[in-house]
Every structure is written in structure tokens, then in C-alpha cells.
């Protein structure tokens, strides 16, 4: 018999991929336990065993982002089907949405409302800096037919927070409904859907939340279904895989009938994650993000090394770095050694960034004090020898300092809490 011409090239054996250090803007690396619960036998999605995990994932979710949303659920897909569901089912064909835009996400949210069939209104601010409010109030008040505001909470591409309590606000002041990216700040920095009234908010599973890539944790309020419930007949739901309306019958709260079959596994992966950040909580997880964050700081600042964004509105868990000039050139062959000799991953700029800025992630498993030493470490190392004048071990000595720092105030109040 002649070979098939369909066979593949070369000799295949089983995929084994290294063990490598995850410090980009995602995935972050995974809790072993959480890996653990992935590989266990699958289950029908409909199997009265799934179905009170799907319950569990639900509350848990609920906590994690600070709400009694009943339809707070994980979508089957990465962040971007949360981005694609939130304007596929909230702004019909004709409306107006007021897109802020500090960043590459922030771009692709205008995308959605073009492809919806919907007109973007967009407020734009220079990348690093975060959504101005003001800007905000100017352009509803010029547009006082709009519908949906929608702005990136933690913009992963430059490493700024916006104000998303006061965009929400103003957003509602003027009657339009909002969407929150929420892709990256989730179990990072705080997210308090209800206390900030949020209406519509959507993450992703491999950031701060270190699960398997591939789930979109959303959360919609009674206003969001209420509108998108008056889609279910006239103007209906261009996508029908991600027609809420259809969608709920699955994830709703009476009915569980077959939409698509649900990643079983990954959401098996999603539970242990979710109740990883429940033991540990959610105020100890944004206090340890803050913690390795301001070590790492000290260590890329004692390196001569400056941040993008201001201190202000920095993300703990998306460090921006600006490249030093004489490095500029080269600076993709720093990342390739950081891989390739140190087993460490890191990110490179985007857009107008591409070339000026790395990406230090500091995201959920990966937001550890061995992380924040090995990276210091390993970029000192590339760095001296390609010329850059840094002396190795001051990094280190400047992290571990802050971090001592921080240990003494901690212990301190800890004393007086107890005095
Ligand atoms: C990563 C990211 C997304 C997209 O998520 P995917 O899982 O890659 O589809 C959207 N918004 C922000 C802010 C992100 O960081």
C-alpha cells in the first residue's frame, strides 16, 4: 500500500509541554489542584451531579464579583466571546454606543458595535492613561440618544485602571446601560458589580482567576435581561449561539435544557479556582497582588527601569515598562532569552506600544514572591550582558527590602489590632 498523501510529515509522539514561568498579560500560570479537577472523568452536562456544580460555580462566581445577579454565569469561550456576547445582545442594529477607547481593547469593543450594526461614539485617551470621566460627560451630553457605554476596567495593553464606579455613574445619569471589560481586573483589584451598579461585566478564566483559558465569567443585571428579553421576537439576536435568550435555558434559574454541550472539564477547572480564591478571599487576593507588585516595583526601579503609568492608577497585575532606549532595537531578543535561558515568559507592547514597553504579569498563581525574584534575576542577568548597565543583585536586594518592609508594617499593625 503507497502512503497516504494525507499522513502528517513528520513522526508524532505525545505533546509534552515545558514547564515555563507565565509572567505575560495571559494565561497565568495554574494552581495544580486546579489542573487536578480538569482531569478528572467527564460527567454529562446534564447529569443532576453537573448540574448542582453548575450551581455551586454560579455562587461562587457571585462572590467573586460582588453580586446578587442572578445570571452571573461562565460563558463557553475566552474572554472575547464575554466581549462579543455583551454587545450582541444589548445593542441592537441603529443604536448608539459610547466606546472609550485607552488601549488595544478598548479598539476592539468598536469593532463589536460596528459589526452589531450599531454606531460607536468614541472617546479616546492617550494608551497609559485611564478613561477620563469628564471626556465621558462631554460626549453624552452631545449624544443624548445613547444607549450603551462601554469601557475596559484594566486595560491589559498599557497596564491602566480606570475609575469604573464613576464612568458607571455618569454612564447612568445620562440613561444609557454599561459594559465593563473586566478581563483582567477580576481577583486582581477590587470589582464590586453591585456597589459600582454595573449592568453588564465579563472576564476571563486565564488571568487573575489562573484557570484554564477558555471560559468568560459574565454577570448581566435585571435591566440587561429585561432588554434583552424584548429581543426574543422582533429584533432578534443576530448570533444565535450567544442569544441570551437561548443561553438561559441552559444557565437560567429553572430551566437546564441543551443549548451546547459545556466544556465539562474546564468548568470542573473553573469550580476548584473559584474556590481557591474563596479560601484564600478576595480582599486577601487583591492584597497579595498589591504586596508582590510593590516588591517587583522596587526591584525593576533599583534596575533603572520606569513604569509607563502612573502610580495612581497602575495595575498591580499588568506592570507596563517602559524600554530603555538603547535596548529598543534589541528588545525582542531579550523576551527570546528570558524563554529560552530562563524558562520565563513575558509581553511585549501592542500597537503604538509594540517595541516601547514590556509586559510584566503578576496575575493570580503567577502573582508569587519566587516569580517576582526569578524575573528580577533573570532580566538583570540578559540585560548586563547585553550591555545595559545594571549591577546583578540590586534588583533582588531592593525586592527583598520591600518586602521586609512590608512584613515589619504588617506585624506592626497586626500589634496594634491587638493592643
Ligand atoms: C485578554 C483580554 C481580553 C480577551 O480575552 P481572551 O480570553 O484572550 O479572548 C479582553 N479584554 C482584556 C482587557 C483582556 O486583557
Known amino acids: 500500500m503507497t502512503k497516504s498523501t494525507y499522513a502528517p510529515s513528520k513522526k508524532i509522539s505525545s505533546f509534552h509541554p ?15 489542584r486546579v489542573l487536578a479537577a480538569s482531569s478528572l472523568p467527564s460527567i454529562g452536562y446534564l447529569d443532576p451531579i453537573f448540574v448542582d456544580m453548575m450551581d455551586e460555580l454560579k455562587q461562587l462566581l457571585r462572590y467573586a464579583y460582588q453580586t446578587h445577579n ?5 460563558l463557553s469561550g475566552p474572554g472575547s466571546v464575554g466581549m462579543e456576547s455583551c454587545f450582541v445582545n444589548m ?8 466606546v472609550m477607547r485607552n488601549g488595544v481593547f478598548g479598539g476592539r469593543m468598536i469593532e463589536n458595535v460596528q459589526r452589531v450594526g450599531g454606531t460607536a461614539v468614541v472617546v479616546d485617551d ?14 453624552l451630553k452631545k449624544n443624548p440618544d445613547t444607549k450603551v457605554v462601554a469601557f475596559v476596567h484594566a486595560e491589559t495593553s498599557t497596564g491602566a485602571q480606570s475609575d469604573a464606579k464613576t464612568l458607571v455613574s455618569i454612564a447612568h445619569k445620562h440613561g444609557a446601560l454599561t459594559i465593563v471589560d473586566a478581563v483582567t481586573s477580576l481577583a486582581g483589584t477590587p470589582v464590586k458589580v453591585d456597589e459600582w451598579n454595573i449592568d453588564a461585566i465579563y472576564s476571563g478564566s486565564q488571568k487573575c482567576l489562573s484557570c484554564v483559558p477558555g471560559l468568560s465569567p459574565v ?10 428579553k424584548a429581543r426574543r421576537d422582533t429584533n432578534r439576536v443576530q448570533s444565535w449561539f450567544m442569544d441570551l435568550n437561548l443561553v438561559l435555558g441552559y444557565w437560567g434559574e429553572t430551566t437546564r435544557t441543551y443549548h451546547h454541550t459545556a466544556p465539562i472539564n ?9 474556590l481557591l480564591l474563596k479560601e484564600e478571599g478576595l480582599e486577601n487576593s487583591w492584597a497579595r497582588h498589591m504586596r508582590h507588585h ?7 526601579e533599583a534596575m533603572g527601569l520606569e513604569f509607563l503609568v502612573k502610580e495612581a492608577y497602575r495595575l498591580p497585575q499588568m506592570n507596563a515598562i517602559r524600554i530603555p532606549e538603547s535596548l529598543q532595537k534589541t528588545e525582542a531578543e531579550v523576551r527570546k532569552r528570558l524563554l529560552n535561558e530562563f524558562n520565563l515568559e513575558i509581553g511585549a507592547g501592542l500597537g503604538p506600544l509594540a517595541g516601547k514597553i514590556w509586559r510584566f504579569g503578576l496575575m493570580g498563581y503567577s502573582c508569587k514572591p519566587e516569580n517576582v525574584m526569578l524575573c528580577l534575576s533573570a532580566l538583570g542577568s540578559v540585560l548586563m550582558d547585553m550591555g545595559h548597565p545594571v549591577k546583578v543583585g540590586q534588583a533582588e536586594a531592593a525586592a527583598h527590602s520591600a518586602y521586609a518592609s512590608m512584613h515589619a508594617s504588617a506585624a506592626q499593625a ?5 493592643a
Open 70 to 74: 442572578q445570571l452571573t454565569f461562565p
Open 294 to 300: 510593590l516588591a517587583f516595583k522596587a526591584g525593576l
Open 91 to 98: 445593542v441592537a442594529p441603529g443604536e448608539k454606543v459610547v
Open 126 to 139: 492617550e494608551w497609559g492613561e485611564p478613561c477620563d470621566p469628564q471626556k465621558l460627560e462631554d460626549a
Open 18 to 32: 515545558p514547564q515555563r514561568t507565565l509572567m505575560g498579560p495571559g494565561p497565568s500560570e495554574i494552581n495544580p
Open 266 to 274: 474546564s468548568l470542573f477547572a473553573l469550580h476548584e479556582s473559584l
Open 414 to 418: 497586626k500589634l496594634r489590632a491587638a
Open 219 to 228: 454577570s448581566y443585571n435585571d435591566a440587561v435581561i429585561e432588554k434583552v
